[in-house]
């Protein structure tokens, strides 16, 4: 297997002490089995998205036909990708995974530029994102935790208008709430367990997300069978509603790709289990394994749910609806359409049930997109990319620095946006890296014929080329779509400020450097 070299480094990059980057930390405990992975992998992707993102896609699409459409699309394309990295995976099965994958096939600024913006919006955003969430689901229980801001914290609703913010609803909500306070403990409590030791945190992932996975299962079987109500059944289906009037022209082919936001949000954070590539036992076999079971398991698992909702609850309803039921999918009390389709199925009672199984399901999301977070910025810093300290590990064998520095950044994105507005962010700055890995494919296959390939992409070169088309695809759409261009435009613009301070980094060092 070709071994990363350090000699495109300034002398003296990543400093004396430091190993070369191409060699896998023996300080990781390998404490992740395929089952742990796998978990890993269904359990960083299920969050809350399915519980509340099938709302604000229903509205936007006008029919259950689309809406289930949403998911089938989202799950293809995930799946796609999923295959396309198990190669990669194989091949560089070490801490930082997708960071390590683009710094081969494109050279490090690729690999920085991933990094830096998995810090500053990817993994952050999607943390803070599932942390206002699971504050969202706390306040079916405590009613107190509500989403308006406080009024003694500094507050401001900020609209770049040359962006085409003219709407203050997708002004950018500065502040403080209840539900955002909750957030922010949140990630805190998780940033502590994983301080703790790689064994202790996926104990809580692989526990979590069995639970999770059981309790959307149920909720499916029920749905299609004890919980189907004649009244959704017959406005989802009856009287040719469920393709709905809407056709197939170019502006609805942008409505449908921006409203793939929510399915792809729902869908992402599968590649997680890369960037804990060193923590896995007999990695070049698991990981492509998990990347597969777990993102097939979770694909199958949306459509279903989606095809439960429909039959519980009608698409549309209306805002002031007395009942679930009037109020359907695409007005659901704060998008909480999983609450609402449990409430249903089971009365009053089971709307908090659910919410609790739902707090199980965000909490252990989270946990797994905070272990795996920190191994890219600790990879990064032993090249020599980001602060010297987080390329180091604690006393329990954890990137310690590089865990801390992640949770103060997501929490401070939990004071800047509502749970749209950052699923918006970190979904094309998202897509933008998945389209240029996987092009990262095709250049090692051309670059390094020798290289050990233990796994090969099945369908190789027809289904990766697909899956860049069809993410490339939607990265567009995000940026014409008149509701997502906004927060496209500033992932965006946040990529691109990662150059001049690449070449900023790397001149610090080189200036540093002995031979500086």
Do not use: H
């Not at 500065?174 to 064994?199: D, H, K």
């Not at 009608?314 to 679930?324: M, N, Q, R, S, Y």
């Not at 039921?325 to 908090?352: C, P, S, W």
């Not at 069809?470 to 008149?482: K, N, Q």
């Amino acid at each position: 297997m070709p071994r990363y070299s350090t000699s495109a480094a300034p002398a003296g990059f990543s400093g004396p002490s430091q190993p070369p980057a191409g060699d896998a930390p023996s300080e990781f405990v390998k404490a992740l089995t395929l089952t742990d992975a796998t978990m890993l992998v269904a359990g960083s992707m299920i969050g809350s998205g399915i519980f509340i993102v099938s709302a604000g896609i229903a509205r936007s699409v006008g029919s259950p036909f689309w809406l289930l459409m949403a998911w089938v699309v989202a799950g293809v394309i995930t799946m796609l990708g999923a295959l396309a990295y198990g190669e990669l995976a194989a091949m560089y099965p070490r801490a930082g995974g997708q960071y390590v994958f683009l710094r081969e096939a494109m050279g490090r600024m690729l690999g920085f530029l991933y990094g830096w913006t998995l810090f500053v919006v990817i993994q952050t955003g999607t943390i803070a994102a599932v942390a206002v969430a699971f504050g969202r689901f706390l306040g079916v229980l405590v009613p107190g935790v509500g989403p308006e801001r406080y009024t003694w914290f500094p507050q401001s609703d900020v609209c770049v208008g040359l962006l085409g913010c003219t709407d203050p609803a997708n002004a950018i909500q500065l502040g403080l709430s209840p539900q955002r306070l909750v957030a922010l403990a949140m990630i805190l409590l998780l940033t502590w367990v994983n301080l703790r030791g790689v064994r202790e945190s996926k104990s809580i992932t692989t526990s979590l997300s069995v639970v999770k996975v059981g309790a959307l299962a149920l909720l499916i079987v029920l749905g299609l069978t004890l919980g189907r109500n004649g009244t959704a059944l017959a406005a989802n289906f009856g009287d040719g509603r469920f393709v709905g009037t809407e056709t197939f022209t170019t502006g609805f082919v942008i409505i449908f790709g921006s409203a793939l936001v929510g399915s792809l949000f729902s869908s992402d954070a599968w590649n997680n289990v890369t960037f804990a590539a060193a923590e896995v036992q007999n990695p070049k076999r698991n990981l492509p394994l998990a990347l597969l079971l777990g993102t097939g398991l979770v694909t199958l698992l949306y459509i279903s749910a989606n095809v439960a909702y429909l039959n519980v609850l009608p698409l549309e309803g209306t805002a002031v609806g007395g009942t679930v039921l009037a109020r359907g999918i695409t007005n659901a009390t704060q998008d909480r359409v999983g609450t609402a389709a449990a409430e249903v199925i089971f009365g009053q009672g089971a709307g908090t049930i659910m919410a609790i199984a739902i707090l199980i399901s965000t909490f252990g999301c989270n946990n797994g997109l905070i272990l795996a977070g920190a191994r890219v910025y600790y990879a990064m810093a032993r090249d020599g990319l980001f602060f010297r300290r987080a390329g180091e590990l604690n006393a329990r064998q954890v990137p310690a620095t590089a865990l801390v520095m992640q949770a103060v950044w997501a929490s401070l994105l939990c004071l800047t946006g509502t749970y749209n507005q950052l699923l918006d962010y970190v979904v094309f700055a998202a897509l933008l890296f998945y389209v240029l890995t996987t092009v990262g494919l095709f250049i090692l296959r051309r670059s390094r014929p020798e290289a050990e390939r233990p796994y090969r992409a099945v369908g190789y070169p027809f289904l990766p080329a697909l899956y860049i088309v069809l993410a490339s695809a939607v990265a567009v759409i995000l940026l014409i779509a008149p509701n997502t261009r906004v927060q496209a435009v500033s992932g965006l613009v946040l990529v691109l400020v990662g150059v001049p301070v690449f070449l900023a980094w790397r001149g610090g060092a080189a200036r540093q450097s002995p031979a500086g």
